[in-house]
């Protein structure tokens, strides 16, 4: 998703804008730390809310727990740990190219 603002330049002082991005972490890294799926969708919601027009997600994991293995991407690892991520993921990811029209519209001033 790319943020539409970016070639305006009004209400900025002349200045061009850049989309705002953000990264969401899809695994914990830390031994023993998990991130569920809730709090995937969680995080590209607020993000949104708060003006990010580019979501990324860091699907590498370096822990290696039964509840959190290490992995090198949730999204395409098949174990079960993962199912639920990836599931939230693609769910979201629908919903948000879907509602991608107001998202890149001009916000209220």
Do not use: C, K
């Amino acid at each position: 998703m790319t943020n539409l603002r970016t070639a305006s330049s009004a209400g900025n002082n002349g200045n061009p804008r850049s989309a705002l991005g953000i990264v969401v972490e899809l695994g914990g890294q830390a031994t023993g730390s998990t991130i569920n799926a809730n709090q995937v969708e969680g995080a590209v919601w607020s993000t949104l809310i708060h003006e990010a027009r580019v979501v990324a997600y860091f699907s590498h994991v370096f822990s290696d727990t039964a509840a959190n293995p290490s992995t090198t991407d949730v999204l395409n690892d098949t174990r079960p740990a993962y199912q639920s991520t990836r599931d939230r993921v693609e769910a979201v990811n629908a919903q948000v190219q879907s509602l991608a029209r107001v998202l890149n519209t001009q916000s209220y001033v």
